[in-house]
């Protein structure tokens, strides 16, 4: 199984700043990566799929690169509905396995 | 707009069985995978397994091999989860999706003696 490793377990930052979250897995999932948002109470939500693909509806300050074992999603400026937990999910290997997830807190 | 409406929260005893129900609208529902997923109270998401709702063909995280089981009536555009022999590591909010662009609001289940 494939273990993807989610890094920092938590970011406090503040509206206006930029977020940078990693998830790096156990071997390559080649472009097969994708992000999620998740709200308390909610159902997560689909970000960015393929590693660098926006999902329909998602904000431009959203973006995913990387390829291989190491990828990374980026808030160019984080606005107050941006605070979350973010996973991550290869879909390139079964089973599927996400990351155990960043917190973004507010600072 | 393209909707999952899940059945309601369960409270099982341990060995007991639950069916979650999962049911589409605003799509064709045999054009789009359905996959299932969970979380426990406070931890991460979990995927559980795959079915195609047009062949009927299913796939299952080895995890809950043999004691989880996806089906589908496409009469009316429902899927459904059923997991058997619970236990209390089950508790937890189970979600399904449709091609992971669309979710379901969760059913909590909860396996308490």
């Known amino acids: 199984e494939i273990v993807l490793t989610q890094s920092p377990a938590t970011l406090s930052l503040s509206p206006g700043e930029r977020a940078t979250l990693s998830c790096r897995a156990s071997?390559?999932?080649?472009?097969?990566l994708a992000w999620y948002q998740q709200k308390p109470g909610q159902a997560p939500r689909l970000l960015i799929y393929?590693?660098?693909h926006r999902a329909t509806g998602i904000p431009a300050r959203f973006s995913g690169s990387g390829s291989g074992t190491d990828f990374t999603l980026s808030i160019s400026s984080l606005e107050p509905e941006d605070f979350a937990v973010y996973y991550c999910?290869?879909?390139?290997?079964?089973?599927?396995?996400f990351g155990g997830g960043t917190k973004v807190e507010i600072k | 707009q393209v909707q999952l409406v899940q059945s309601g929260a369960e409270v099982k005893k341990p060995g007991a069985s639950v069916k979650v129900s999962c049911k589409a609208s605003?799509?064709?529902?045999?054009?789009?995978?359905i996959n299932w997923v969970r979380q426990a109270t406070g931890q991460g998401l979990e995927w559980m397994g795959w079915?195609?709702?047009?062949?009927?063909?299913?796939g299952y995280a080895q995890k809950f091999q043999g004691r989880v089981t996806m089906t589908r009536n496409t009469s009316i555009s429902t899927a459904y989860m059923e997991l058997n022999s619970l236990r209390s590591e089950d508790t937890a909010v189970y979600f399904c999706?449709?091609?992971?662009?669309?979710w379901g609001q969760g059913s909590l289940v909860t396996v308490s003696s």
């Open positions: 999706t449709r091609t992971w662009d669309y």
């Open positions: 605003g799509y064709t529902f045999t054009s789009y995978d």
């Open positions: 079915m195609n709702p047009n062949s009927g063909n299913t």
């Open positions: 071997q390559s999932v080649g472009s097969y």
């Open positions: 393929d590693a660098s």
């Open positions: 999910q290869q879909r390139s290997n079964w089973p599927l396995t």
